[in-house]
Nanobody
């Protein structure tokens, strides 16, 4: 499975941005997730979604970000609303091996995209 994230850019605080990630292989049975890494900081979990549509979010994005997937198109998206300067980071999409459960742990994910930069100006 190869993943390619897109949709990053520069936006002002309070605005919205949507990220998309396309998988080269069949990810129907994989948990798909988004992580982010701010400059000088560790990579953090943002959100993940299972084949069923069940999802989980980091506390700092709950109510602002929404993860979704299109199994027919092998894509996962992250709709980001009410963006804050502290959301500035490189955002990575990731996939677990088949039949893995939702996890917020980086090491649980086997496949990673190269990341897309999101910059939120104040």
């Amino acid at each position: 499975v190869q993943l390619q994230a897109s949709g990053g850019g520069v936006v002002q605080a309070g605005c919205s941005l949507s990220l998309s990630c396309t998988a080269s292989g069949d990810t129907f049975n994989n948990v798909l997730g988004w992580f982010r890494q701010a400059p000088g900081k560790d990579r953090d979990f943002v959100a993940a979604i299972a084949r069923s549509g069940a999802s989980a979010y980091a506390h700092f994005v709950t109510g602002r970000f929404t993860i979704s997937r299109d199994n027919a198109k092998n894509t996962v998206s992250l709709q980001m609303n009410s963006l804050k300067p502290e959301d500035t980071a490189v955002y990575y999409c990731a996939a677990r091996s088949v039949n893995g459960a939702i996890s917020s742990t980086q090491s649980a994910y086997d496949y990673w995209g190269k990341g897309t930069l999101v910059t939120v100006s104040s």
